[in-house]
Nanobody, 116 residues
């Protein structure tokens, strides 16, 4: 059974940093797209950062230069280091593994709130 478990969310002041983790189990940790999405209240879920199946990374324009996606294959864990956080980064963050169009997995989400 595939499980993705996020952690690391919380309340942080503007300008602060957080690191999110996504621990995977029951799945091979390579060869497909894996990334982070977020969904703010009243908005659609949006891509934040992704590893492509070839290992390159892509970021949403809104987070370029502030967020970094990384992973530890030995630990089967993906990370999102977030810096220079802004109130508009407030959202529920989800990790997502895309195997095929009919086989993809989401974590349960972790809340990030940026507020003074």
């Amino acid at each position: 059974q595939v499980q993705l478990v996020e952690s690391g969310g919380g309340l942080v002041q503007p300008g602060g940093s957080l690191r999110l983790s996504c621990a995977a189990s029951g799945i091979i940790f390579s060869g497909y797209n894996m990334g982070w999405f977020r969904q703010a209240p009243g908005k659609q879920r949006e891509l934040v950062a992704v590893f492509t199946s070839g290992g390159s990374t892509n970021y949403a324009d809104s987070v370029k230069g502030r967020f970094t996606i990384s992973r530890d294959s030995a630990k089967k864990t993906m990370y999102l280091q977030m810096g220079s956080l802004k109130p508009e980064d407030t959202a529920v963050y989800y990790c997502h593994f895309y195997i095929t169009s009919t086989r993809s997995y989401w974590g349960q989400g972790t809340q990030v709130t940026v507020s003074s």
